[in-house]
């Protein structure tokens, strides 16, 4: 049988694996995608990292995440991280909105499945981890993107698509790349394409900050002026790190990346239809991707992970709930798989060069 578990790493990260295996201390930074509802295949997983590889850790660990992996690793910042994550996929699975919903509907769905992360104390915790150090980067939009009208709006991110097209770097006058980072030192300090302004994280901010990297464009409502950065419409982090093409480089561990696809990682959200653009394998060369095969996503409902397009192809909840709660269900194997994996030391036997 085809395995369900895909393992790929960097050429550092492949050779120290080769070399000594894979342990959880080896582990500097954790990353998390975008996505919407693709994160659900990752539950299981989050879970045992959260549980196991993490439960008892001392050394910092660096967390970025954009969009649905910023929700994700908000929970694993937090004093009782498996109880964040199991408020916040609950939440999430239980979203319901009317037929043809406004951004402002599902904004405020989103300010729902923010406060069952945070709970009463969740922000704090945050920005106090002794250990999960929380990093998320956010969009503040310029121009017609920043208005919170459809159609101006609409304007405003073909404006910004079309100039991606040219280069990531064209889009700096429709969008600012912004970097809030842990209090203490960040874990990137270089941004290649588009310059990032960086914003420590504060208790007052980390919530607006959370919110507004999961703020897709034209689908749900921006976050307006976030405490300690700039004035302006902040959206979803996606657009200019969908799934990170960004220098994440350890200089003594390594990047841990639970992905939703056993491909190349797209860099910014409108990137997603240029073929030609990929990744910096040299972003990668530290990096240890961990995500489920292609055949194992043809077997769950539908053929393929949990995706923003079952709000569209299954509009009733009922019905899009089951789908999920088999998908959920199945992909408790991703984890039992990560588990063996580690618990027999079979790093060297499983692990890949990367697959582009």
């Given at each position: 049988?085809k395995p369900?578990?895909k393992i790929?790493?960097?050429?550092?990260?492949?050779?120290?694996?080769?070399?000594?295996?894979?342990k959880?201390?080896?582990?500097e930074?954790?990353?998390?995608?975008?996505?919407?509802?693709k994160?659900?295949?990752l539950?299981?997983?989050?879970?045992?990292?959260?549980s196991?590889?993490f439960?008892?850790r001392k050394k910092?660990?660096?967390?970025l995440?954009?969009?649905?992996?910023?929700w994700r690793l908000?929970?694993?910042?937090?004093?009782?991280p498996?109880?964040?994550?199991?408020r916040?996929?609950e939440a999430?699975?239980?979203?319901q909105y009317s037929?043809k919903?406004?951004?402002?509907e599902?904004g405020?769905?989103?300010r729902h499945?923010?406060?069952?992360i945070?709970?009463?104390?969740g922000a704090?915790?945050?920005?106090?981890?002794p250990?999960?150090r929380?990093n998320?980067?956010?969009a503040?939009?310029?121009g017609?993107?920043?208005?919170?009208?459809?159609?101006?709006?609409?304007v405003?991110?073909?404006?910004?698509?079309?100039?991606?097209m040219?280069?990531r770097?064209?889009?700096?006058?429709?969008?600012?790349r912004v970097?809030?980072?842990h209090?203490?030192k960040?874990?990137i300090?270089h941004?290649?394409?588009?310059?990032a302004?960086?914003?420590?994280l504060?208790?007052?901010?980390?919530?607006p900050?959370?919110?507004?990297?999961?703020a897709?464009?034209?689908?749900?409502?921006?976050?307006?002026?976030?405490?300690?950065?700039?004035k302006g419409t902040?959206?979803?982090?996606?657009?200019?790190?969908?799934?990170?093409?960004?220098?994440v480089?350890?200089?003594n561990?390594?990047?841990?990346?639970?992905?939703y696809?056993?491909?190349?990682?797209?860099?910014?959200?409108?990137?997603k239809k240029l073929?030609?653009?990929?990744?910096?394998?040299?972003?990668?060369?530290?990096t240890i991707?961990?995500a489920?095969?292609?055949?194992?996503a043809?077997s769950l409902?539908?053929?393929r992970i949990?995706d923003?397009?079952?709000f569209?192809q299954?509009p009733?909840?009922?019905?899009?709930?089951?789908?999920?709660?088999?998908?959920?269900a199945?992909?408790?194997k991703l984890?039992?798989d990560?588990?063996?994996i580690h618990?027999n030391q079979r790093?060297?036997?499983?692990?890949?060069?990367?697959?582009w």
């Amino acid at each position: 049988m085809k395995p369900a578990l895909k393992i790929f790493a960097g050429a550092d990260a492949l050779a120290h694996i080769r070399a000594n295996g894979l342990k959880p201390d080896d582990i500097e930074m954790i990353l998390g995608a975008s996505g919407g509802p693709k994160w659900l295949s990752l539950a299981a997983i989050d879970r045992y990292l959260i549980s196991e590889w993490f439960r008892d850790r001392k050394k910092p660990l660096h967390a970025l995440g954009t969009s649905a992996g910023g929700w994700r690793l908000a929970c694993y910042a937090q004093q009782d991280p498996l109880a964040a994550h199991a408020r916040f996929q609950e939440a999430y699975m239980a979203q319901q909105y009317s037929a043809k919903p406004t951004a402002q509907e599902v904004g405020d769905g989103c300010r729902h499945i923010l406060n069952e992360i945070l709970g009463d104390n969740g922000a704090h915790e945050i920005i106090h981890n002794p250990v999960v150090r929380y990093n998320t980067l956010v969009a503040r939009c310029r121009g017609l993107g920043a208005s919170e009208h459809k159609l101006v709006q609409t304007v405003g991110m073909a404006g910004a698509l079309a100039s991606n097209m040219v280069a990531r770097s064209a889009m700096r006058p429709w969008v600012e790349r912004v970097f809030f980072h842990h209090p203490d030192k960040p874990p990137i300090d270089h941004f290649p394409h588009l310059p990032a302004r960086h914003v420590a994280l504060t208790e007052d901010n980390i919530g607006p900050a959370i919110l507004a990297t999961g703020a897709i464009p034209i689908a749900i409502s921006g976050v307006r002026d976030i405490p300690g950065a700039p004035k302006g419409t902040y959206r979803d982090g996606g657009i200019t790190d969908y799934q990170f093409d960004l220098p994440v480089m350890p200089e003594n561990g390594f990047v841990l990346y639970p992905h939703y696809f056993a491909k190349a990682p797209i860099g910014g959200w409108f990137d997603k239809k240029l073929k030609w653009r990929t990744s910096s394998r040299e972003h990668y060369r530290r990096t240890i991707i961990i995500a489920p095969s292609w055949e194992f996503a043809a077997s769950l409902p539908g053929g393929r992970i949990p995706d923003l397009e079952d709000f569209y192809q299954y509009p009733d909840y009922s019905e899009r709930r089951r789908r999920w709660d088999i998908a959920v269900a199945a992909c408790e194997k991703l984890a039992l798989d990560l588990a063996d994996i580690h618990d027999n030391q079979r790093w060297a036997e499983v692990a890949e060069p990367l697959p582009w």
